[in-house]
Nanobody
Framework: QVHLVESGGGLVQPGGSLRLSCAAS????????MGWYRQAPGKQRELVAI???????NYADSVKGRFTISRANAKNTVYLQMNSLKPENTAVYYC??????????????WGQGTQVTVSS
């Protein structure tokens, strides 16, 4: 069984910063890509940022230059540093990992989500 546990969400004023963390635990053999997605009320879930096992990153155009994704492979953890936050960044942020367990193939796993609210 695999758990992805997110933390770091909350309420922040426009222009502020937050750092999200997501730690994967369980009988994990290897992790390929890890990423962050978000879903705002009434909208579809969308990719925010993704990082592969080699450190290559990709970002949604709307967050480039403001958000930074990173990972600590030894800790099976991915981070999202969010700066210059805007009200339109308000959403539930979900962690995603493409990983394999010992003796299995590759599967997609999701965290439970963490609320980020940007408001004055």
């Amino acid at each position: 069984q695999v758990h992805l546990v997110e933390s770091g969400g909350g309420l922040v004023q426009p222009g502020g910063s937050l750092r999200l963390s997501c730690a994967a635990s369980g009988n994990i053999f290897s992790i390929n890509a890890m990423g962050w997605y978000r879903q705002a009320p009434g909208k579809q879930r969308e990719l925010v940022a993704i990082i592969n096992s080699g450190g290559r990153t990709n970002y949604a155009d709307s967050v480039k230059g403001r958000f930074t994704i990173s990972r600590a492979n030894a800790k099976n953890t991915v981070y999202l540093q969010m700066n210059s936050l805007k009200p339109e960044n308000t959403a539930v942020y979900y962690c995603n990992a493409d990983l394999s367990l010992v003796g299995t193939g590759w599967y997609d796993y999701w965290g439970q989500g963490t609320q980020v609210t940007v408001s004055s």
